[in-house]
C-alpha cells in the first residue's frame, strides 16, 4: 500500500535554509506530517517561529555555508543526534544581480563556494549515512535556472546546473539501493527572495539599460509567483512516490510549457524567448 504521510517513509529530516521560503514552507509541510524536523539557519533567531509552533519536533541548527568545514561539523552532529536522517533537503542559497565582468569576481566566486562545492559537501556527508542504512533520501533543490539561465545572475545558474549534474550522476549511483535522490528544479515563487539579493556595486562607469530592465522583470515574475506551499505540496507528492527523478515546479508556462518548447525546438528558440521574458531584445 503506498504512503500517504512522508512520515510513513521518513522519521527525520534535515533542511537547510528552513526560515524563510523555501526552506520554511519544506519544513513547515514535513512537520505537519509528522516528521521530526532538523532546521537550519545562519541565526537561531530566526528559526524560533518554528520551534515555538512544533516543540519537541523541531530542532533549530545554526549553519553557514560560507563556512564548509563548520557546515559539515554541524550536519554530522545533527545527524548523530537524530540517530541518522532519512531525509536531507539541501535547500539554502542566494541570489548575486550583477554584471559578470563589471563585477569583482570574489562575489561570483563566493557563491560557488556557498551554493556549489559546499553543498555538494553535505551532499557528500549525508549519501554516506543514507547508503549505509540502505533508505532515505537525498533533495538537492536546484532551480529552472539550470535550464533557463538567468541574465545577470552567473554563479547562480552556475551553481544550480552543477547541482542538477550532481543530482543525475548520484541517480545512477544509488540505483538498485534503497536511496532515493531527488533533483528539484523550483521556478519563480513568491518567497521575498529578490529582496535578499545581493547587488554589489559595479565596476562599470555608466550602469546598463539592459541591467535595470531584467531586474525589473525578474522582480515582477518573483512577484506574481505561486506561494511557497505550492512547491512544498510538489515536493510531498514527490516524495510520496518514493522514487529518484527530476521534479520541476512552478507557475504551469516555466515548469511544463518551457521545457517541452525547449524540448522539441532549437536553442536558438530558448535564446530569443529568454532574452524577450527579460526584456532584453
Known amino acids: 500500500m503506498a504512503a500517504t504521510r512522508v512520515s510513513a517513509l521518513h522519521r527525520t529530516a534535515f533542511v537547510t535554509g528552513a526560515s524563510t521560503g523555501l526552506g520554511r514552507a519544506f519544513a513547515e509541510m514535513l512537520l505537519a506530517d509528522g516528521v521530526r524536523v532538523w532546521g537550519t539557519a545562519r541565526d537561531a533567531a530566526r528559526l524560533a517561529p518554528l520551534a515555538a509552533g512544533h516543540a519537541g519536533n523541531f530542532t533549530a541548527v545554526v549553519l553557514d555555508l560560507r563556512d564548509g568545514a563548520q557546515a559539515e561539523a554541524g550536519f554530522r552532529a545533527a545527524d548523530r543526534a537524530a540517530g541518522g536522517f532519512d531525509l536531507v533537503i539541501n535547500n539554502?542559497?542566494?541570489?548575486?544581480?550583477?554584471?559578470f565582468a563589471a563585477t569583482d569576481f570574489s562575489e561570483w566566486a563566493e557563491q560557488l563556494e556557498v551554493m556549489l562545492v559546499n553543498t555538494a559537501r553535505l551532499s557528500h556527508a549525508a549519501l554516506g549515512g543514507l547508503l549505509a542504512r540502505n533508505r532515505g533520501a537525498l533533495v538537492n533543490i536546484s532551480s529552472l535556472a539550470a535550464e533557463?539561465?538567468?541574465?545577470?545572475?552567473?554563479?547562480?545558474?552556475?551553481?544550480?546546473?552543477?547541482?542538477?549534474?550532481?543530482?543525475?550522476?548520484?541517480?545512477?549511483?544509488?540505483?538498485?539501493?534503497?536511496?532515493?535522490?531527488?533533483?528539484?528544479?523550483?521556478?519563480?515563487y513568491?518567497?521575498?527572495?529578490?529582496?535578499?539579493?545581493?547587488?554589489?556595486?559595479?565596476?562599470?562607469?555608466?550602469?546598463?539599460?539592459?541591467?535595470?530592465?531584467?531586474?525589473?522583470?525578474?522582480?515582477?515574475?518573483?512577484?506574481?509567483g505561486p506561494a511557497p506551499a505550492h512547491a512544498a505540496a510538489a515536493l510531498r507528492r514527490a516524495l510520496l512516490r518514493n522514487r529518484s527523478g527530476t521534479v520541476r515546479i512552478g507557475r504551469f508556462f516555466q515548469a511544463v510549457v518551457a521545457p517541452f518548447m525547449v524540448r522539441f525546438g532549437s536553442l536558438a528558440l530558448k535564446r530569443r524567448i529568454q532574452a524577450a521574458y527579460f526584456n532584453l531584445t
Open 190 to 224: 513568491r518567497t521575498d527572495f529578490e529582496g535578499s539579493v545581493r547587488r554589489p556595486p559595479s565596476g562599470a562607469t555608466v550602469p546598463s539599460p539592459r541591467l535595470a530592465r531584467a531586474w525589473a522583470a525578474f522582480v515582477a515574475m518573483m512577484e506574481s
Open 92 to 99: 539554502a542559497g542566494y541570489g548575486v544581480f550583477a554584471e
Open 148 to 188: 533557463f539561465p538567468l541574465p545577470f545572475q552567473t554563479a547562480y545558474n552556475i551553481a544550480k546546473a552543477g547541482l542538477s549534474a550532481l543530482n543525475e550522476s548520484l541517480m545512477m549511483e544509488v540505483s538498485g539501493t534503497g536511496v532515493v535522490i531527488l533533483d528539484v528544479r523550483p521556478g519563480d
